[in-house]
């Protein structure tokens, strides 16, 4: 965890350090806070939870929406939702955050890492089928990986950096083998999927509001669905499965991943700015793109047809032969202008933490993590801190590009 995404209390940066991605804390959210701590209504229920579910849930447009106290939790309640368990497995992005990863071990179940696709960087439709066609067998009552005798029950794609993963064909063949979808938006708040927002495609989709995401409760989550069902069955699962109003009497192993009144008041009020945040994104994407196009050996990210990305982390791929300097040395140097940049997550077919007994091979993946770097990209980020991001970036290419051509 980088510095600036876990601030010291009363440790502001340097005035003159760019961070890679803060809070913007500008509407309601004192007012909300204030009235939770005022009527005494801080805990895991109140209006505030009421009002947060019920905005996300038009935001994104589904039909219900339940509060949990991360996206992690939120994961790990929709892959149970999903009928998940111990042994199963479920296709997953390899190139993500480790969190959704995490939330099928925690139910004994196996993750099978699937490759990203070249153009978008998102979970490669392609390779899910080709798994899915290929790499399993119908049984006669469930689909079994061929490799390892596992049944395959969910597909869990993660939206990553705030721009779409191709849905439609993963939706396609999900169908055609009656998996269920579990979207993990958590990155992707605010933006579209031809013109739908992320986290309504699936059978359930997940949130986040961790302090980086593009809005934020100081920690925080949210599943939501169209399934009345299964938000029901949600809620009860994330409040101790308790099942009778009065009695404490409860049949099943619950979880208590509420979140509280006093997180919700702050969410209701970032949400209120939500479109602001993502005009601010997107803005400052077309300036980098405009400025950085012209320098040899990086490549920009771009919009899919029909996707619509909230740019939530601006992220280039840097190439070491063209640009004279690897983005792990960039990253480096850009570290000495005090501007905060950040690698891409570690694959997670790569990470030891989800080592297998077998190797996956996902070379799409492999080549992103090495080149890509994530840029300065508050909500607040100003033009002149922006432009220094740029001059930095310039400048540091110019001089290896002059020094590789010497030598
Ligand atoms: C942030 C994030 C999560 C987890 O959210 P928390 O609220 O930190 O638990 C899950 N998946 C992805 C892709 C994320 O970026």
Redesign the pocket.
Known sequence: MSPTEKLAPGAPPAADFIPLIVPEICGNEWEYVKECLDTNWVSSVGTYVDRFEKLTAERVGTKYAVATV????A?HIALMLAGVEANDEVLVSTL??I??ANTIRYLGAWPVFIDAEPNHWQIDPNAVIDFLDKGCRWDGHALVNRKTGRRVKAILP?H?LGHPVDLDPMLDVAAKYSLPVIE?A??GLGARYRGKGLGSFGQTGCF???GN?IITTG???MLVTNDPELAKRAKYLTTQAKDDPIEYVHNEIGYNYRLTNVLAAIGCAQMEQLDTFVDAKRKIAKRYQEALSTIPGIQLPNEADGGYSTYWMYTVLIDEHQSGISSRDLLRELGMCKIQARPLWQPMHRSPAHQQDFDFSCPVADGLYQKALSLPCSVGLKSDAQDAVIEAVNSVIDAHRASSRAR
């Open positions: 991360n996206g992690t939790a994961l993500t955050f969190a959704p993660v990553i993990d958590t990155e986040s509001f961790n995401k920690g925080g989550g």
